[in-house]
């Protein structure tokens, strides 16, 4: 049983009307001059934030008015009885949720292949598949309490809209949406049919396939299980020699985006991060892909200039970079057990003494908003699973309980505006929502967040942070 979420956050009319109401201004006209909005869209805002019980209908905010505008967080609009689906080897929850799980008829040829007869008995579909089993598997932890609601909320997402992506949270729900959550079964192993899709592109003459996994529950191409896929061939020949003869061609990329990469550009770019890198940077696949795609994404966002969406792309795949990183971080430099029991509510001094030992401002700490004591734990526990600010906060942990050569400690050192620069990375660029349009960023921006994966990247794979200053730039710091 789960809480249903449709948003994680109020929209920007809600939470302005909402304030305002917390200031005491009940006429939707004295609303609507101080926001510039006429009455009609302010009494339309007010009905829904009375439907939700944020306001009573002498528009006085509630209880749970108050709550929300606190956080930002919307209440439940009810709770729902249905299943989730985790995958065995990572611990992630699916981004779907059914009320009733569907079976087919499955006919097994032998242990990886079977024939699946999906549809009808009278207007039957029978569909080839490869069974892919989980090397090495012996069990998997529960999902996280709040992993459900937002998977939970996702799907139902998904549902309500006909299909289509929807974004992950940039935070966790809060306490009084998590307690509402309650796990009935210990998990049922079952095998879920994900379709491919090859992908062809013509461009400068060149013809790039790849292929694409689409979801099982929104019909509608998935990176993650894309790139869920992707790990598995690198462990699996027999799974690997299934797709390259499925598209006609080898296929490496982790990405489905660097698979269109043409060749040429590909070479380039790698002789570059070599130079810039090493050749260390060939060992860690996903980290080299995502380098390339950003070193394409720079380029091309330095020739069309301000507002391009490239430089939206560089943002992106920088902060895809540094989720990678960090995540693998935090995993591999856990702070002691002692320090992690020792982490308390409200964490503002902790994380700011931290903060000063990597050679930040202590004031630094409050780009990660309130993060509680208990998620903090369970993210350095569990990097895979956490949200954005619990991240930040679990890298900053391990940085400041481990060895002076950890990459997140360098990279401080280097910029004292870390958790900030991070931060303002990882936002989600949109107006008003979700499904808005992307706001136009400036080059500047796109040079910062490229800059900030380059020295983070270096810092993992171990060598000197590059120095990509431009030569007046270098001359302005040298003379003044």
């Known amino acids: 049983m789960s809480p249903l979420v449709h948003e994680d956050r109020l ?41 939700l019980k944020y306001l009573d209908q002498y528009g006085v905010i509630t209880t749970n008015g ?10 439940p609009t009810r709770v729902i009885t249905t299943y989730v689906y985790q995958d065995v080897t990572t611990g992630t929850l699916w981004p779907a949720s059914t009320v009733e799980p569907g ?5 097994w040829q032998s242990r990886t292949a079977a024939t699946l007869q999906l549809r009808t008995a009278g207007a039957p579909l029978r569909m080839h598949a490869f069974a892919v089993y989980p090397g090495g598997w012996n069990s998997t932890e529960p999902p996280a309490h709040e992993q459900v609601v937002e998977a939970v909320s996702r799907g139902e997402t998904a549902k309500r809209q006909g299909g289509g ?39 400068g ?52 985006e660097s698979d269109l990469i043409e060749v040429k550009l590909r070479r380039s770019i790698a002789e570059t991060l070599e130079h810039r890198f090493t050749a260390r940077v060939r060992d860690h696949d996903a980290v080299f892909e995502l380098l390339t795609l950003l070193e394409r994404e720079i380029d091309r966002a330095r020739r069309r200039g301000d507002g391009s969406p490239e430089v939206g792309d560089v943002a992106r795949y920088s902060w895809r970079l540094h989720e990678l990183v960090l995540r693998d971080l935090v995993a591999r430099h856990r702070p002691p057990p002692r320090v992690v029991e020792q982490l308390r509510d409200p964490l503002a001094r902790q994380l700011g003494t931290y903060c000063r030992q990597l050679g930040m401002s202590f004031g630094e700490h409050a780009q990660l908003g309130v993060v509680e004591a208990e998620k903090l734990r369970r993210g350095i526990r569990h990097p895979d699973r956490a949200t954005t600010p619990v991240l930040l906060a679990a890298s900053l942990v391990s940085a400041a309980n481990s060895t002076p050569d950890h990459p997140f400690r360098q990279v401080a050192a280097a910029r004292p505006t870390l958790l900030s620069d991070l931060t303002n990375v990882s936002m989600d660029r949109n107006i008003g929502g979700a499904h808005a349009a992307a706001v136009p960023l400036n080059l500047d921006y796109g040079e910062t967040a490229w800059r900030l994966a380059q020295d983070t990247a270096a810092a993992y794979l171990g060598v000197p942070l590059p120095d990509l ?11 003044g």
Do not use: K
């Open 103 to 107: 079976h087919c008829q499955c006919d």
């Open 11 to 51: 929209n920007v009319f809600q939470a302005a009307v909402l304030g305002l109401a917390r200031a005491g201004l009940r006429e939707a006209a004295d609303i609507g001059r101080l926001l510039g909005l006429q009455d009609d869209l302010v009494e339309l805002v007010r009905s829904d934030l009375r439907a």
């Open 205 to 256: 003459g060149e013809t790039t396939v790849t292929w694409d996994a689409m979801s099982p529950f929104g019909g509608h191409t998935s990176p993650y299980l894309r790139r869920l896929v992707a790990t598995q061939i690198q462990r699996s020949a027999r799974l690997r020699d299934h797709i390259q003869q499925f598209i006609g061609r080898r296929t490496e990329g982790l990405l489905a």
């Open 165 to 203: 992506r929807t974004r992950r949270w940039q935070a966790g729900p809060p306490e009084r949406v998590v307690s509402r959550v309650s796990v009935m079964t210990d998990g049922q192993p079952v095998w879920i049919p994900l379709p491919l899709l090859a992908r062809r592109r013509d461009e």
């Open 66 to 75: 108050r709550h929300v505008l606190q956080g930002g967080f919307p209440d």
């Open 469 to 479: 200053r431009t030569p007046s730039e270098r001359d302005r710091s040298t003379n």
